[in-house]
């Protein structure tokens, strides 16, 4: 938990009067440890920080913590507004010959990257783990979605960056060419939730595309960040292309948009805000990943079996901190109780854990604020009545920040559960009886992040899909299916953000379009002789013919 989430968590619990509700028993089972578990003092040593902390521009010192225990994981350098300058200083120094590099030497790097990721998964997993509380399985959606992506730009960045001929204002005449010039230092703000996939995952396009990249990882899981880019250097990424600041975001953050010739950033749509006004005032573009509350919707005809287990991944993954998770979930009326049943049945078996190896399904929330926020959401919608079929509980048996999975009926407002973000493992059931109620109901929302629908008539599927005001639409699966076809553009409507990351958008927005246009033989202008008025009739007799020819 960064200083921010502490303050605004006990600002929070200093001024809810709301009663605490009475404890609850739990009821999901605890994953075992196997036997010789590492712990965080055997994966994170003074060494290995020494290592991943080479470069990093800060002259005061920070720490981070590890949800499953609470205690220190490593102490780190701190940046102040000058070291941030600093790095953008360095990375603007060192982009020039980096854009020089062919793009071809560019994306091989990024294929020997995904090699080292995939063989030394290990360590990364271990420091994913600590950093954010995962499960291992869901630990490693973020390994495979970084190799996805660095498969796909080392692969495809040719294509997408190769200068692109165009008809000119008159064919033969004008030859056109679009060039992509890289925009320079991307400035990259990235989440805790996902520290590798939202840290280097975006970063990949940028660093392909031949800009430079100063990156503010969230300081509480700045050690997967620093990883990934001790991998890239290790690739063959020139050091100083890559730089890391550390610190807090209401302080480095606004530096970071303050010096940045672009800027990407993945987080809360408020904070978002004041990252785009910033961008705004100096006229640099941004991309912006923000929140969701995203609707999944069981039609009638689908597999009920399924979906409950399409469910609890859509619902539970990352312990529902996951900005394309399933927090609003409508199920159609002929098959609601048969749906809940089997949903409540795998929610409550699955098991909780904290230790650094696969076996659990679920691990712990991150920090306090995290932790505070579910628990008023879920308490304040059971005295208001509504119907709580799983979970509900903390689990300080496992750990201090770990919450059982919790599944809520009879939800409506003005429960908060039911329009903010929780950002946690809780999911509101539905029932609905037509389908176009539904849509309009799941399209209620100042978001439009994600959606999932389940049916077992794929048509059916694809027009409801269609009518969803949401940037993904998953059939029979939750979020990971679009997710994960990174040829095709991902990212929110409304209030969940601007811009696209993965295909061709994902590495387009880190370049600038440049038009060169080369005129032979005659300008366009009177020549050879004409007056204005030949001119004019020429160009005249052109147009038309163009049309005619069907030109674009």
């Given at each position: 938990?960064?200083?921010?989430?502490?303050?605004?968590?006990?600002?929070?619990?200093?001024?809810?009067?709301?009663?605490?509700?009475?404890?609850?028993?739990?009821?999901?089972?605890?994953?075992?440890?196997?036997?010789?578990?590492?712990?965080?003092?055997?994966?994170?040593?003074?060494?290995?920080?020494?290592?991943?902390?080479?470069?990093?521009?800060?002259?005061?010192?920070?720490?981070?913590?590890?949800?499953?225990?609470?205690?220190?994981?490593?102490?780190?350098?701190?940046?102040?507004?000058?070291?941030?300058?600093?790095?953008?200083?360095?990375?603007?120094?060192?982009?020039?010959?980096?854009?020089?590099?062919?793009?071809?030497?560019?994306?091989?790097?990024?294929?020997?990257?995904?090699?080292?990721?995939?063989?030394?998964?290990?360590?990364?997993?271990?420091?994913?783990?600590?950093?954010?509380?995962?499960?291992?399985?869901?630990?490693?959606?973020?390994?495979?979605?970084?190799?996805?992506?660095?498969?796909?730009?080392?692969?495809?960045?040719?294509?997408?960056?190769?200068?692109?001929?165009?008809?000119?204002?008159?064919?033969?005449?004008?030859?056109?060419?679009?060039?992509?010039?890289p925009r320079g230092v991307v400035g990259q703000i990235a989440p805790w939730n996902y520290p590798l996939e939202l840290s280097v995952g975006d970063a990949l396009p940028a660093f392909v595309a031949g800009n430079a990249v100063v990156m503010k990882p969230d300081t509480e899981t700045a050690l997967t960040a620093l990883w990934a880019r001790d991998?890239?250097?290790?690739?063959?990424?020139?050091?100083?292309?890559?730089?890391?600041?550390?610190?807090?975001?209401?302080?480095?953050?606004?530096?970071?948009?303050?010096?940045?010739?672009?800027?990407?950033?993945?987080?809360?749509?408020?904070?978002?805000?004041?990252?785009?006004?910033?961008?705004?005032?100096?006229?640099?573009?941004?991309?912006?990943?923000?929140?969701?509350?995203?609707?999944?919707?069981?039609?009638?005809?689908?597999?009920?079996?399924?979906?409950?287990?399409?469910?609890?991944?859509?619902?539970?993954?990352?312990?529902?901190?996951?900005?394309?998770?399933?927090?609003?979930?409508?199920?159609?009326?002929?098959?609601?109780?048969?749906?809940?049943?089997?949903?409540?049945?795998?929610?409550?078996?699955?098991?909780?854990?904290?230790?650094?190896?696969?076996?659990?399904?679920?691990?712990?929330?991150?920090?306090?604020?995290?932790?505070?926020?579910?628990?008023?959401?879920?308490?304040?919608?059971?005295?208001?009545?509504?119907?709580?079929?799983?979970?509900?509980?903390?689990?300080?048996?496992?750990?201090?920040?770990?919450?059982?999975?919790?599944?809520?009926?009879?939800?409506?407002?003005?429960?908060?559960?039911?329009?903010?973000?929780?950002?946690?493992?809780?999911?509101?059931?539905?029932?609905?009886?037509?389908?176009?109620?539904?849509?309009?109901?799941?399209?209620?929302?100042?978001?439009?992040?994600?959606?999932?629908?389940?049916?077992?008539?794929?048509?059916?599927?694809?027009?409801?899909?269609?009518?969803?005001?949401?940037?993904?639409?998953?059939?029979?699966?939750?979020?990971?299916?679009?997710?994960?076809?990174?040829?095709?553009?991902?990212?929110?409507?409304?209030?969940?953000?601007?811009?696209?990351?993965?295909?061709?958008?994902?590495?387009?927005?880190?370049?600038?379009?440049q038009t060169v246009a080369h005129q032979r033989i005659m300008p366009l202008a009177p020549a050879f002789g004409m007056d204005d008025e030949k001119y004019a009739a020429f160009m005249s007799f052109s147009l038309k013919a163009m049309k005619t020819l069907r030109l674009r």
């Amino acid at each position: 938990m960064t200083d921010t989430q502490a303050t605004e968590s006990a600002t929070a619990a200093a001024t809810d009067s709301t009663p605490e509700a009475p404890a609850r028993p739990g009821t999901n089972p605890v994953a075992p440890a196997p036997a010789g578990a590492r712990t965080a003092a055997d994966v994170v040593t003074p060494e290995i920080v020494a290592q991943l902390t080479r470069g990093v521009v800060g002259s005061g010192r920070t720490a981070n913590h590890t949800p499953f225990t609470g205690e220190r994981l490593a102490e780190l350098p701190e940046s102040t507004p000058e070291d941030v300058a600093e790095a953008f200083r360095r990375a603007r120094a060192a982009q020039p010959a980096w854009a020089a590099v062919p793009v071809r030497k560019r994306a091989a790097v990024l294929l020997r990257f995904h090699d080292l990721v995939l063989e030394r998964q290990a360590e990364v997993l271990d420091l994913i783990q600590l950093e954010t509380g995962k499960a291992r399985l869901h630990a490693h959606e973020e390994v495979q979605a970084v190799a996805i992506a660095a498969r796909h730009y080392g692969r495809r960045a040719s294509a997408y960056l190769r200068p692109k001929r165009h008809t000119g204002a008159v064919p033969t005449l004008t030859k056109v060419t679009e060039l992509r010039q890289p925009r320079g230092v991307v400035g990259q703000i990235a989440p805790w939730n996902y520290p590798l996939e939202l840290s280097v995952g975006d970063a990949l396009p940028a660093f392909v595309a031949g800009n430079a990249v100063v990156m503010k990882p969230d300081t509480e899981t700045a050690l997967t960040a620093l990883w990934a880019r001790d991998l890239l250097i290790e690739a063959g990424l020139p050091a100083e292309v890559f730089q890391v600041v550390i610190g807090e975001g209401p302080v480095v953050g606004p530096e970071v948009v303050k010096h940045a010739d672009y800027v990407s950033f993945t987080g809360s749509t408020r904070t978002g805000r004041e990252v785009a006004q910033g961008a705004a005032a100096r006229l640099v573009g941004v991309s912006l990943e923000l929140g969701g509350k995203n609707a999944m919707l069981v039609l009638r005809d689908a597999d009920v079996e399924k979906a409950a287990a399409g469910a609890v991944r859509a619902c539970f993954s990352s312990a529902g901190q996951l900005c394309i998770s399933i927090e609003r979930l409508y199920v159609h009326e002929s098959i609601a109780d048969a749906f809940i049943e089997r949903f409540a049945a795998r929610t409550k078996a699955m098991r909780l854990g904290n230790a650094l190896a696969y076996g659990a399904d679920m691990g712990s929330l991150v920090g306090e604020r995290q932790l505070e926020t579910v628990t008023r959401h879920v308490d304040e919608a059971v005295a208001k009545g509504a119907g709580l079929v799983a979970g509900g509980v903390a689990r300080p048996d496992i750990g201090p920040l770990f919450y059982e999975p919790t599944i809520l009926e009879n939800v409506q407002e003005p429960m908060a559960v039911c329009t903010e973000e929780t950002f946690g493992p809780v999911v509101s059931v539905y029932r609905f009886t037509d389908e176009d109620e539904v849509v309009e109901r799941a399209n209620a929302t100042a978001y439009g992040l994600n959606a999932s629908v389940w049916t077992k008539d794929g048509r059916r599927g694809h027009a409801v899909a269609a009518r969803l005001r949401a940037g993904t639409v998953n059939i029979n699966e939750g979020y990971a299916s679009a997710y994960g076809s990174v040829q095709s553009p991902m990212g929110g409507m409304k209030d969940s953000g601007l811009g696209r990351r993965h295909g061709s958008e994902g590495i387009l927005k880190y370049t600038e379009a440049q038009t060169v246009a080369h005129q032979r033989i005659m300008p366009l202008a009177p020549a050879f002789g004409m007056d204005d008025e030949k001119y004019a009739a020429f160009m005249s007799f052109s147009l038309k013919a163009m049309k005619t020819l069907r030109l674009r």
